[in-house]
């Protein structure tokens, strides 16, 4: 029995799991960078403003807080600047963000999240939108992220170093 027909098909398949452990590299970084930060900075603040009746308020700040996790994730593991690449990544964080906001929920408020989310529907609904958000922030910031940054741009200079570099070929010492 043969597993593989070719070497391209082997090459395929590597490359499928290279990229699969990419993305949940992206997405995990994401996520973690994210939810520890609100934590922290839900810690930090002060009780009244974490009450769910400001919950509104509450959502901006952390929504400003993921979008500097989305820029600096994006910025330091090279995720590429495609919309489809970044949402699939911001999906799979929202797979991990979902379980840990429900249970840290659960913790804090000791009662399940059903009970919280049918009692406040305003509040059920922000926290769709919310986590809605925090998925397809990564996607929505490839409009900010799309411009070239100073140290991508090649002076002309350097082009003719690479070009002619190129043409000569490799040095041989």
Known sequence: MVLFETVESVIEALWDIALCIYILQAAFAYFLLSFGSTV?????????LLDS???????????CVYAICAILIGRYIE???TASFRAVVG??????????????ATFFR????????RANLTSGILFTIHMLGFALLPALLVVVDRKPRDGDRMSPSRMS???SAEATGPEVG
């Open 40 to 48: 922290a900075l839900s810690c930090l603040l002060p009780d009244k």
């Open 110 to 117: 000791e009662e399940a999240p059903a009970c919280w989310l």
């Open 79 to 81: 995720v590429p600047r």
């Open 53 to 63: 009746s400001k919950s509104l308020p509450l959502s901006a700040i952390f929504f």
């Open 91 to 104: 999906g799979v964080a929202l797979c991990f963000m979902l379980p840990a906001q429900l249970l840290t």
């Open 161 to 163: 170093e690479k070009n």
